[in-house]
């Protein structure tokens, strides 16, 4: 059985930026003066939520808007090798840290998807955006399929899921192919005991084969900066949540990428995600693991691109 599902990662830190002039000149609020100085002034790099958790995000390049979504303990680090190639492309690449991840703020509540999905709304109408591409990794398309029926598709275009955890991971009465809840648990368990040990047991196999050590590292070393409390808590929500009765009601053009030798079996998720999204298209990666945005970047951009455009 396969319980080594996804790996995670997480930055920590927190900045803040804030602007003072000494000595600067006083001028009238609404004046075209303060205007035009305000025009200047570098973008915030938080968002604030409406339960005032703050959401660290980046903001690059211009054009048509893209949205990623991060996988389960990983923060927008990750999509560096997709964002960086697609801003040269013309493309507005947005990503943020998952509340309890990275820069972003960890309170101690709110890792459900109902939050989670009521969180990328923040960031979508603060920002303002429209005709967005959402594009997620593992858990993150669970975001998206439940923003889109909490929120509706006003402002999305189009979604990608890679590799995602939908549409229902654990075993039940009428979902007898999924995993035994005691698997899930006995993960949990071996965080509680020794989290590092279990991100190196996982490290390999989340990768294709000829991945670099350096690269396989510097994921694991993302993931080893997960607090324990958010990857619980994060872990149950992906492994026990049924979207089944909400991808039929996705509208959007949705595109599904998956490699065949992902830990998260194939079969199980993205091979039964598909047939539930009307006119989705459904592209299987040959030899390709759970981390193939590290490992087959070239294509998966290449496939990001011609589908934003399509």
């Not at 190639?85 to 820069?103: F, H, N």
């Not at 075993?171 to 279990?198: H, I, V, Y």
């Not at 990428?257 to 830990?263: A, F, R, S, V, Y």
């Amino acid at each position: 059985m396969h319980r080594r599902n996804v790996l995670k990662s997480i930055a920590s830190a927190a900045a803040g930026v804030g602007l003072v002039a000494a000595g600067a000149e006083t001028v009238p609020a609404g004046s075209a003066k303060t205007r035009a100085a305000a025009a200047k002034m570098p973008r915030t790099s938080f968002i604030e939520t409406k339960d005032g958790t703050s959401l660290f995000y980046k903001d690059w390049g211009a054009g048509k808007p893209v949205v990623f979504l991060s996988n389960w303990g990983l923060n927008s680090d990750m999509w560096q090798y997709q964002m960086t190639p697609m801003v040269s492309q013309g493309v507005r690449c947005i990503a943020y840290d998952r509340r309890g991840i990275g820069r972003s703020s960890q309170p101690w509540q709110g890792y459900d998807y109902d939050t989670l999905a009521d969180d990328l709304a923040s960031v979508i109408e603060q920002l303002d955006l429209h005709n967005v591409m959402l594009v997620s990794h593992s858990m993150g398309g669970g975001e998206v399929v439940r923003y889109l029926s909490r929120h509706g598709s006003g402002r999305i275009a189009r979604v990608v899921l890679i590799a995602p955890t939908t549409p229902f991971l654990l075993k039940t009465a009428n979902n007898p192919d999924g995993l035994d809840k005691s698997a899930f648990e006995q993960m949990r368990a071996a965080w509680c005991k020794d989290f590092p040990k279990w991100v190196a047991e996982n490290t390999v196999p989340y990768f294709a084969q000829g991945t670099s050590p350096e690269m396989m590292q510097w994921v694991a070393n993302l993931a080893l900066q997960c607090p324990l409390k958010t990857a619980i808590d994060l872990s149950q929500a992906w492994s026990e949540t049924d979207f089944r009765a909400e991808l039929p009601r996705i509208t959007v053009p949705t595109l599904i990428i998956q490699g065949d030798k992902d830990t998260l079996p194939i079969d199980l998720t993205g091979r039964k995600t598909a047939p539930l999204i009307r006119g989705c298209q459904f592209k299987v990666y040959e030899g390709e693991a759970h981390g193939l945005m590290f490992t087959n970047m070239d294509r998966l951009n290449g496939d990001l691109l011609a589908f934003i455009k399509g």
